[in-house]
């Protein structure tokens, strides 16, 4: 019989619609029942392409006896992450806080007044390693909680006073200088491994905010430094195991510092993030792998991620079936020779195993191979590489495919937007800017609907129950802004402006500082406020640098300062933990230009308006239109005529602007070309 969970939009919430666990989704009712019934709350968290939330689930979730116990003594909820990041953010505070240490599943046992008190992540179903079962961890919590209350009272409320503590001081006074980039970028150098790429060791993420910097500091202060650690670190991800060689497309992260073995899931995220990389270090070397990538990553999005509904997923899953029929992580993609020698004939496949990467004795579980390009192969024939990569491919989509998780996040949407419209812009691919464009129809429509506000998920064109956090108003109006940009209709711009008034009215504090829910959103046991950029930019980083475009845009002195107000955290974290505050980095980057105000009294798509959109100037914003509505559109066009006839452009930064020019060249030295 299925629980609760069957009501609502969460993939992952519905993944455990069946379970014998009588699940609550997150609700005030839920902490009713707990009252009522007085006994504690069981808050599970996690992800739909969580490989160990599967695994618990299995293991004791799905079990009669583990599960009968749950609902005598708890009430259990259920928390998607990916719809509810302030309650997994709040939470995960006070695991991390408690343990050194966190992650997914994240199992959380509460008061009836959401106050945490004994924490841990993943609990096996028999005591190992000295981790206690989870029925162990289930008697032990029910006899504290009966025998030694004032204990537990006592522990959650000096769990929640420490919480209330921690609120983050506001980065000081000003915006980050010459002086705070500088040392960020001496920070980011120490840690950058110069064998492999990246930075840091295992496990190794794709640092993708870390890259936008390094590129915009290269192109703002011509650091060959910079740029060689950027360029270096793609092409590594690109040969790597973590980047898919068949289907295009990027795992979550490397277990090894050398990328070969990947964990497998790929997000949403992280691919609209890479794609916007991998484009604008094409835009800055001219580099044909970045050029592939870069498109590669895209039509992986269109072809693995996109929803009837014209809107992202958002991820699939690490683990598939094997050729047993069991679920085992990366089953889809690894190769052993044998499989290489069945789908090939002997010399294809001996060629293959050379070229990727693929060996008797395996770089994975079982003598399985993760593809890759080892490079030591010498020269190769294209067509036969393609020859091979196509019949592969063909081959692996009969095995059985990993599972997709299909809720439409907001935030992530808006970061797939941006990386498609600017992608399809420079290689002349307007089918991926006919993508975007739908993707933030599917956004306005669906997400802003009737209510003003952004909602945080859809799913199958429905509208979830979660309002958007500032992420999603920042990647949203990130998003729009590029749109705007691509296709010159001014419409985008407006709807960016309009969520950022939101962040403005809704999630911002004394001194510029932000939160990450809005003022009027669901009190929790603190308000949550991180400024640091992990897998994707935080909400705080997103919010600076779209308020500093629609600030370039409009001339808005409001959004201006708040932008400002927003980046003295990075004056504060920037010289610390460069690696944490990327996106951030970025924006002080463009800060730094100006950002420069590009204006094309010409037709978009026009040489002029090619040439704005691949400037490398850091956060340069672009207007192009022609005729008496163009004004109307953009501010920017404004008193600003062709000349002599001719498209032309005019360049502004801090108040002041060049002369205008209608020559595509001396265009492209202006921004950095």
């Not at 991926?432 to 933030?440: C, D, G, N, Q, S």
């Not at 705080?540 to 409001?558: C, K, Q, R, V």
């Not at 008496?628 to 452009?649: H, I, K, M, S, W």
């Amino acid at each position: 019989m299925a629980n609760r969970l069957a009501q609502t939009t969460s993939p992952y919430l519905l993944q455990h619609a069946d379970n014998p666990v009588d699940w609550w989704p997150w609700s005030p009712e839920a902490f009713e029942e707990a009252r009522k019934r007085d006994v504690p709350v069981l808050l599970s968290v996690g992800y739909a392409s969580c490989h160990w939330c599967h695994v618990m689930a299995h293991e004791s979730f799905e079990d009669e006896t583990v599960a009968a116990y749950l609902n005598a003594h708890f009430v259990p909820v259920k928390v998607d992450r990916e719809e509810r990041p302030d309650v997994d953010a709040v939470y995960m505070e006070a695991v991390q806080a408690a343990t050194g240490h966190g992650g997914w599943p994240m199992t959380v046992f509460l008061t009836a007044d959401a106050e945490p008190f004994y924490f841990g992540t993943y609990f096996p179903p028999e005591a190992r390693h000295g981790s206690p079962s989870f029925q162990q961890v289930l008697e032990g919590v029910v006899a504290a909680w009966t025998d030694r209350r004032d204990e537990v009272a006592e522990v959650a409320g000096r769990i929640v006073a420490d919480l209330a503590g921690r609120s983050l001081v506001h980065g000081g006074d000003g915006v980050p200088g010459e002086s705070e980039v500088a040392q960020a970028l001496l920070g980011l150098t120490r840690e950058y491994d110069e064998q492999r790429g990246g930075f840091g060791g295992a496990p190794k993420f794709p640092p993708s905010m870390a890259v936008e910097f390094l590129l915009r500091h290269h192109a703002r202060t011509g650091s060959e430094g910079a740029l060689q650690m950027a360029a270096d670190t793609c092409s590594a991800m690109a040969r790597g195991g973590i980047y898919d060689q068949l289907g295009g497309g990027f795992a979550r992260y490397s277990v090894d510092r050398e990328w070969v073995v990947p964990h497998f899931e790929k997000m949403l995220y992280d691919n609209a993030l890479l794609c916007r990389v991998y484009a604008h270090l094409w835009r800055t070397t001219g580099s044909d792998e970045a050029r592939r990538i870069a498109l590669e990553t895209a039509d992986f999005m269109v072809r693995e991620l996109r929803t009837a509904e014209g809107g992202f997923a958002s991820a699939l899953d690490a683990d598939s079936e094997d050729a047993d029929g069991k679920h085992v992580e990366g089953a889809y993609y690894v190769w052993t020779p044998a499989q290489l020698r069945e789908v090939l004939g002997e010399d294809d496949a001996a060629f293959a195993a050379a070229y990727f990467g693929v060996t008797e004795d395996g770089t994975f579980e079982e003598g399985a191979s993760v593809l890759r390009l080892p490079g030591d192969v010498g020269p190769v024939d294209a067509d036969r590489v393609a020859d091979v990569r196509a019949r592969l491919l063909a081959a692996r989509d009969e095995r059985p495919h990993p599972g997709r998780d299909d809720k439409v996040v907001a935030a992530w949407n808006g970061l797939a937007i941006a990386a498609l419209a600017e992608t399809g812009a420079y290689f002349d691919r307007p089918d991926l800017v006919e993508r975007a464009t739908e993707a933030a129809d599917l956004l306005v429509r669906v997400h802003l609907g009737e209510v003003a506000r952004l909602t945080r998920t859809s799913k199958d064109g429905r509208a979830g129950d979660n309002a958007g956090v500032l992420e999603d108003y920042g990647d949203v109006a990130e998003g729009f802004l590029a749109l705007a940009a691509v296709t010159g209709e001014g419409a985008w711009l407006e709807f960016a402006g309009f969520l950022l008034d939101i962040v403005l009215e809704q999630f911002t504090g004394e001194g510029g500082q932000l939160y990450d829910t809005a003022h009027d959103a669901e009190q929790l046991i603190r308000r949550p406020q991180d400024p640091t950029d992990s897998a994707t930019p935080s909400g705080w980083t997103a919010a600076a640098g779209a308020l500093l475009s629609y600030a370039a845009y409009t001339g808005s002195e409001a959004h201006r300062t708040a932008a400002e107000g927003a980046l003295g955290v990075v004056k504060a974290l920037g010289p610390r933990v460069p690696r944490f505050v990327g996106w951030g980095l970025a924006v002080a980057e463009a800060l730094l230009d100006g950002p420069r105000e590009v204006a094309v009294a010409g037709p978009v798509g026009g040489e002029l308006h090619r040439t704005a959109l691949l400037g490398r100037a850091p956060g340069a914003v672009v207007a192009a239109g022609e005729g008496p509505g163009a004004g109307a559109e953009f501010a920017l066009l404004v008193d600003r005529p062709q000349v002599g006839g001719e498209p032309t452009a005019y360049v502004c930064r801090h108040f002041v602007c060049d002369a205008p020019t209608t020559d595509a060249a001396e265009l492209a030295v202006k921004l950095g070309g």
